[in-house]
């Protein structure tokens, strides 16, 4: 069965650390590049992180850049997402998702989704 599954997510406190991981079944991981995507209450799912296939590259989103890590073990089919110095702005519903094509922060360009993982970020 094809999927992606999505844990890691919690409670954490401001200026704290959390790491998000994505299991997912080979045949639709290790060829394709992919994402993490969050959703607000009440806001529109945003772009957080791209990594392509092969570890060679990464985009992040402005308002996460220097703060998350993205990246994958293609041996263990396993997305990461580790998140530092963490805001209560970051509080969000986390999904991993794959890539289909560009431009890498549209969730149109990806159609593999996860059930998504909490995140909550306390002051």
């Known amino acids: 069965q094809d999927q992606l599954v999505e844990s890691g997510g919690g409670l954490a406190q401001a200026g704290g650390s959390l790491r998000l991981s994505c299991a997912a079944s080979?045949?639709?991981?290790?060829?394709?590049?992919m994402g993490w995507f969050r959703q607000a209450p009440g806001k529109e799912r945003e772009f957080v992180a791209m990594?392509?296939?092969?570890?060679?590259?990464?985009y992040y989103a402005d308002s996460v850049k220097g703060r998350f890590t993205i990246s994958r073990d293609n041996v263990k089919n396993t997305l990461y997402l580790h998140m530092s110095s963490l805001k209560p702005e970051d509080t969000a519903v986390y999904y991993c998702a794959r890539s289909m094509s560009p431009p890498y922060y549209d969730p149109h360009s990806y159609d593999y989704w996860g059930q998504g993982t909490q995140v909550t970020v306390f002051s």
């Open positions: 990594i392509t296939w092969n570890n060679a590259v990464t």
């Open positions: 080979e045949r639709i991981f290790s060829a394709y590049s």
